[in-house]
């Protein structure tokens, strides 16, 4: 069910914006109820970001349970939600991975209609580019594998990569000579704000109570349950409380006794240059040798990229230079089109690095208590999914098929999802 059934809410729809427009848009109601905290519900969700908010409007449409706050200590989309470069995809080739973030972009290609607002889901591909015989192998054992698993996806000669993108680098002498790429069709980008405000208006339809500025500082325990949580705005009580809060997952996890998790936290920066008229119409990606790099284009024309971690722990939601002169080595060795193109903006999230670069979502040994973490620098397009997969676990009290290896005990018994076969290294997933 959309947020029709029990909508609280005027559709948004081509007559409504007429009307606005004709009478100066003085009619629309606020998008979402900025809620008071009440002293209980079904269940709290902490962190109102896009897996919190889509974890409730999951609870919500699908599993009938409205009796829902999110608690977000800012505003929501503060976090990495509001923070990223927006890629959507569903590349990957691990048992645990590959159906879930399928699952996921499936469900993009409906939110918008699903939520009646415009996410701005863009399938322009997504194209990863190799510069040599090894790096061919590995995508392709990548790409052949999706498509066991029913997955679009494409390999492209180096003459089909320079009919796609022409304003690449493609001399011989290049410092990354590019051989091919291998392109997801179904693959793009969507705007991070709407898709947070979406879910956040859909779920405040539905009965869902979204609380901002409202700080989680404790949890509270007994019997050896946990049956609520302390805020900066009182004790608020439920038999159910679910954690997604991204890089703040260790500290809350301390909190509330989990211990100490499979998760460091990073941080990751972005950048966006100034407007420039229609030039890149898909995202291209490559990792080499000392360069990671990702590049899309806005639908207001800024270039919207980013790199690698910056390599150690921090909390810090900045940029630096060191990151900067690296990204902008990255951006020059496969586009030198853009050397005097001006960067408008730079700013950093908090990565939830986990051990083996898969996510967790999944009860925890604390009854009352449950885990939606470890996204690492993939969590944008795990949203949809990520909140169904959620929600149905705290529903259900056990997973879903589709998210029943990415639990935390996976440590314990060896079955780590290491994608990209770092090994226990966060900083290199
Ligand atoms: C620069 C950058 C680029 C990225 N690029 C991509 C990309 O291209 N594609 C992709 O798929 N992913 C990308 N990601 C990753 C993606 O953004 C995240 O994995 C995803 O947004 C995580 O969502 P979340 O809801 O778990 O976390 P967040 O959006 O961070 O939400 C967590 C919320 O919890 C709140 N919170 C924390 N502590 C408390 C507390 N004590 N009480 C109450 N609330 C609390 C925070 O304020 C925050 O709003 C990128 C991230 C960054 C930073």
């Given amino acids: 069910m959309g947020i029709d059934g029990k909508a609280r809410v005027k559709r948004y729809s081509a007559l409504q914006i007429l009307k606005q427009g004709l009478t100066g848009h003085t009619g629309w109601q606020p998008a979402w109820r900025d809620a008071s905290p009440k002293p209980a519900y079904d269940v709290i969700i902490i962190g109102g970001g896009g897996h919190g908010l889509a974890t409730a409007y999951y609870l919500a449409?699908?599993?009938?349970?409205?009796?829902?706050?999110?608690?977000?200590?800012?505003?929501?989309?503060?976090?990495?939600?509001?923070?990223?470069?927006?890629?959507?995809?569903?590349?990957?080739?691990?048992?645990?991975?590959?159906?879930?973030?399928?699952?996921?972009?499936?469900?993009?290609?409906?939110?918008?209609?699903?939520?009646?607002?415009?996410?701005?889901?863009?399938?322009?591909?997504?194209?990863?580019?190799?510069?040599?015989?090894?790096?061919?192998?590995?995508?392709?054992?990548?790409?052949?594998?999706?498509?066991?698993?029913?997955?679009?996806g494409e390999f492209l000669t180096r003459a089909q990569v320079e009919k796609m993108v022409p304003h690449l680098n493609y001399s011989d002498d290049a410092r990354f000579p590019i051989m091919g790429g291998f392109f997801q069709a179904r693959a793009g980008t969507a705007r991070h704000d709407a898709v947070n405000w979406g879910y956040a208006r859909a779920a405040s339809a539905l009965g869902v109570d979204i609380i901002q500025n409202c700080e989680v500082t404790g949890f509270i325990h007994q019997a050896g349950q946990i049956v609520g949580v302390e805020t900066s705005r009182g004790e608020i009580r439920a038999e159910k409380t679910g954690m997604a809060v991204a890089g703040s997952t260790s500290l809350l996890a301390k909190m509330a006794g989990l211990g100490k998790l499979p998760i460091e936290s990073h941080k990751l920066q972005a950048f966006v240059s100034e407007p420039i008229k229609p030039f890149l119409d898909t995202v291209v990606v490559y990792s080499a040798y000392h360069g990671h790099f990702y590049i899309s284009q806005s639908d207001k024309g800024g270039m919207v990229f980013g790199g690698d971690l910056d390599g150690h722990n921090s909390y810090a939601?900045?940029?630096n230079l060191p990151i900067?002169?690296?990204?902008?080595?990255?951006?020059?060795?496969?586009?030198?089109?853009?050397?005097?193109?001006?960067?408008?903006?730079?700013?950093?999230?908090?990565?939830?690095?986990?051990?083996?670069?898969?996510?967790?979502?999944?009860?925890?040994?604390?009854?009352?208590?449950?885990?939606?973490?470890?996204?690492?620098y993939g969590g944008f397009k795990?949203?949809?999914?990520?909140?169904?997969?959620?929600?149905h676990t705290i529903a259900h009290d056990r997973p879903h098929e589709i998210n029943s290896l990415l639990t935390l005990d996976r440590f314990k018994y060896g079955r780590q999802i290491d994608e990209s076969g770092h090994g226990p290294f966060p900083k290199s997933h």
């Fill in 61 to 152: 449409s699908i599993h009938g349970i409205t009796n829902v706050a999110v608690l977000e200590k800012g505003w929501i989309g503060g976090g990495n939600s509001g923070r990223n470069t927006t890629i959507v995809r569903s590349n990957y080739s691990i048992e645990g991975n590959t159906a879930f973030y399928e699952h996921s972009l499936k469900l993009w290609e409906g939110l918008s209609q699903e939520l009646n607002y415009n996410v701005m889901f863009s399938q322009r591909g997504h194209l990863n580019l190799f510069f040599t015989p090894a790096q061919r192998d590995g995508l392709a054992r990548r790409y052949n594998t999706m498509r066991l698993n029913g997955i679009d």
């Fill in 324 to 376: 900067y002169n690296n990204v902008a080595g990255c951006a020059m060795n496969v586009m030198p089109a853009l050397g005097r193109v001006k960067v408008l903006r730079q700013w950093a999230g908090i990565m939830d690095m986990s051990m083996d670069g898969s996510p967790f979502i999944t009860k925890t040994d604390i009854d009352g208590l449950y885990l939606n973490a470890g996204w690492c």
């Fill in 317 to 319: 939601q900045r940029g």
């Fill in 382 to 391: 795990a949203i949809p999914g990520s909140g169904w997969c959620f929600a």
